[in-house]
């Protein structure tokens, strides 16, 4: 069974940075995606962005100039660095880790971005 740790989100002013971290324990297969997710308030869960083990990266097109997904395969860790946050992108962000045989969320880190 696999789990995933956040951390990383918080309290940040507009135009501010932050780096958020999700550290994948268990057994996973080698061919996997590691992915960002973030739910704002009153809104539907949206993909932020993946990247898979073989170095596909995908982001949401409003996304792609701010944010900088990574991974450590090592560490089966993955990280989602956020600059030039706007006030907009508060919300709860959420790790996903799939591989051929599971499909396994996080809890979520919250990330308030206040103006």
């Known amino acids: 069974q696999v789990h995933l740790v956040e951390s990383g989100g918080g309290v940040v002013q507009a135009g501010g940075s932050l780096r958020l971290s999700c550290a994948a324990f268990g057994s996973i297969r080698s061919n996997n995606d590691m992915n960002w997710y973030r739910q704002a308030p009153g809104k539907q869960r949206e993909l932020v962005a993946s990247?898979?083990?073989?170095?596909?990266?995908n982001y949401a097109d409003s996304l792609k100039e701010r944010f900088t997904i990574s991974r450590d395969n090592a560490k089966n860790t993955v990280y989602l660095q956020m600059n030039s946050l706007k006030p907009e992108d508060t919300g709860v962000y959420y790790c996903?880790?799939?591989?051929?045989?599971?499909?396994?969320w996080g809890k979520g880190t919250l990330v308030t971005v206040s103006s």
């Open positions: 990247k898979s083990s073989r170095g596909n990266k």
């Open positions: 996903k880790v799939r591989d051929s045989y599971m499909n396994t």
